[in-house]
């Protein structure tokens, strides 16, 4: 019993200087749909998040991430200073498909290896409560919702003042549908 009493206090008395943190990332990439990729085209994703630091290397996240088609346009002039801007459709994922929609909750556990005072690596692993859409015209070709895998790794650097600065490579698995980004976000933490 003393033993235990003793490592609780010593967890009770980690100083954990800013354990709130908000953070907002935004970025693209690729999404492969039933083994298939979308042939060029792209993906963007924003993600707004809050973590609580519960001991020193450990946070627990929730967020939310919505990510939609980046379409291809074709401009041609009319006349002059007249434009028609028209999307490409493209087959997206050997599927005649004009509009993808995704939103998540995120639910993850998050781990830091610090490098420096101000530099640090970290990685987030956890579970998206997705839902996705692909459309052709206003209608719906698959409409899925479920619980996937959400994977994120990437580098922080964190300012005295509490704003921060991170770069990372994030990974949704929903179901039939991946989604791989790059993403550049800021954060604050108090």
């Known amino acids: ?23 907002l990332n935004s970025g693209g990439g690729g999404i492969e749909y039933k083994g298939k ?18 001991s020193p290397s ?3 996240e929730v967020g939310i991430a919505g990510a939609e088609d980046i379409n291809d346009w074709k401009c041609t002039e009319k006349s002059d200073n007249n434009w028609d801007c028209l999307a490409d459709y493209d087959n997206k994922f050997d599927l005649q498909a004009d509009h993808f929609e995704y939103n ?8 830091d290896l610090s490098l420096s005072k101000r530099n640090r690596l970290y990685a987030k692993v956890g579970a998206a ?4 859409r692909i459309d052709l015209d206003h209608t719906r070709i698959a409409d899925e919702n479920g ?22 490579l994030q990974h949704q698995g929903a179901g039939d549908l991946d989604i791989d980004t790059f993403n550049i976000g800021i954060s604050y933490a108090f």
């Open 58 to 60: 450990y946070y627990l």
């Open 129 to 132: 409560f997705y839902d996705y």
């Open 1 to 23: 019993l003393s033993v235990s009493t003793f490592s609780f206090n010593a967890f009770a008395d980690t100083d954990l200087e800013s354990p709130h943190t908000v953070g």
């Open 37 to 54: 990729g979308t042939d060029g085209e792209g993906v963007g994703v924003s993600y707004l998040y809050y973590n609580y630091q519960f």
């Open 147 to 168: 619980t996937g895998l959400f994977l994120e790794a990437g580098w922080e650097y964190r300012w005295d003042n509490g704003f921060g600065l991170n770069t990372s």
């Open 104 to 111: 998540a909750v995120i639910v993850a556990l998050k781990t």
